[in-house]
């Protein structure tokens, strides 16, 4: 059954790392499943913070990527992140998209997909798929409005009453909600969407891919590290919820092993912060976000990979950089509390800290640094689970019969 299917995102391909990521990813599968998909997102800009080259933040664009029509909205990038900015930020893709999204019906949609953030482009979808008998399907990558109150970036009581209600009223008007995650599918419910309604669509990962590589790849060479080191990866976003400041702390305590070396690959809001913050420190080493042709060689070059996150962000947001970890065969050392999503996930595939507790970090890290044997027995675990579960091709097969039968129904 091929579907007409409408998708809203402000962030979409090329973008390396998030949900811009897992965006493209499923439209283009969708696409070459013989689906008709036409998307709505701002010009890429993730996790730079920077429109890319070739593209304009204030000018419409039409594009046409690996058979998915594309149409880049107006937004407006802050340079420094705030939580009003970050509000107006989004709010500028939902005005700049709104008409083109709300006209959308008249492509005669089967399906329109909102995926969050940005939940203020939820509105004109309803509209759209209102207008043409569509289906609507919400997906949910993180809970931003949670997030912006736990993490202080927004603080009035007003602000955050008036916003949960319309999250709220806005969530129970789709006909499927969808998000990644068990912890964050119950939390659903607690917002008031129907269980008949909510879905969970995972993050996946191509396993064919992302997979073990052994010896030293050029990645280590380039970076002039010794193939006796340890390499202690943190590749994603550096933003704010992620909780990297830990990590400078951890770097600072084991200056004095060069067993182990630290690489850092990533851009964000605090990327300039931390490597001042490091600039002496001769254990770490920086590189950008890597094309996806490498990303498999970078996954690899980390022997233990690190997950710091702030405490409150635990249940309101699966990383997606979980995955490939996963798929690449190797360990993690994370930061949770015990009985929250990422804890059970990385349980057995990985160490499990205390969020913010230096020396358990550290002492897990060495703990891992020290043992190959542990390394080994924790990364098969780790690469059985995402062939078994994380899988992308099996998930978005699953996912297309849904939108399926949304269509149908």
């Known amino acids: 059954m091929a579907l007409r299917i409408l998708i809203s995102s402000i962030n979409y391909a090329p973008e390396l790392t998030a949900t811009g990521k897992y965006a493209g990813e ?24 920077r429109v890319a080259s070739g593209y304009s933040a ?16 107006p937004v407006y990038i802050p340079k420094h992140q705030t939580g009003v900015k970050r509000l ?25 997909l909102v995926i969050a953030p940005t939940i203020l482009a939820a509105p004109s979808a309803l509209i759209s798929a209102s207008l043409g008998g569509a289906g609507s399907w919400l997906h949910i990558q993180d809970f931003e409005v949670d997030i912006a109150f736990s993490l202080g970036q927004l603080s009035s009581r007003r602000l955050n009453s008036v916003s949960t209600a319309i999250e709220r009223s806005l969530l129970r008007r789709f ?17 008031g969407v129907p269980v008949d309604r909510r879905i969970l669509f995972l ?3 191509d396993t064919g891919h992302i997979r073990p590589v052994s010896g030293a790849g050029a990645l280590r060479r380039e970076l002039a590290i010794a193939d006796d080191a340890i390499v202690a990866l943190y590749a994603g976003n550096m933003g704010e919820k992620q909780g990297l400041e830990l990590l400078v702390d ?22 300039t912060r931390l490597r001042e913050k490091t600039n002496a420190y001769t254990n770490v080493h920086w590189l950008p976000p890597q094309p996806y042709e490498r990303l498999n060689e970078l996954l690899n070059l980390g022997d233990i990979h690190l997950l710091p996150q702030l405490a409150d962000a635990a249940d309101l947001v699966m990383p997606s ?7 690449s065969g190797r360990p993690v050392v994370a930061t949770a509390h015990t009985g929250t999503q990422v804890a059970k996930v990385v349980e057995n595939r990985g160490v499990i800290v205390p969020p913010e507790d230096v020396n358990a970090f550290v002492r897990a890290l060495v703990e891992l640094a020290d043992s190959a044997v542990l390394r080994e027995s924790l990364g098969a ?25 949304l269509a149908r129904a």
């Open 58 to 73: 204030w000018r419409y664009r039409r594009e046409r990527l690996n058979g998915v029509d594309v149409l880049r909205c």
């Open 203 to 205: 993050n996946g990962v």
């Open 250 to 271: 951890v770097m600072g305590r084991l200056r004095a092993n060069p067993n182990i070396q630290f690489v850092m690959c990533g851009r964000g809001a605090v990327y």
């Open 26 to 49: 499923t439209a283009e599968w969708l696409a070459a499943q013989g689906h008709k998909v036409r998307v709505f997102a701002a010009p890429p800009y993730y996790p730079e913070w």
């Open 175 to 191: 006909d499927r909600v969808s998000t990644i995650s068990t912890s964050m599918l119950e939390k659903l419910g607690g917002k």
């Open 381 to 405: 675990a780790a690469r059985d689970f995402a062939v078994r579960h994380l899988d992308r091709d099996m998930i978005l097969a699953g996912i297309e019969t849904k939108l399926e039968e």
């Open 321 to 327: 950089k979980l995955t490939g970890i996963f798929a």
């Open 88 to 112: 107006l930020h989004f709010a500028s893709f939902s005005l700049s998209s709104f008409i083109p999204s709300v006209m959308g019906w008249l492509w005669k949609p089967d399906v329109v």
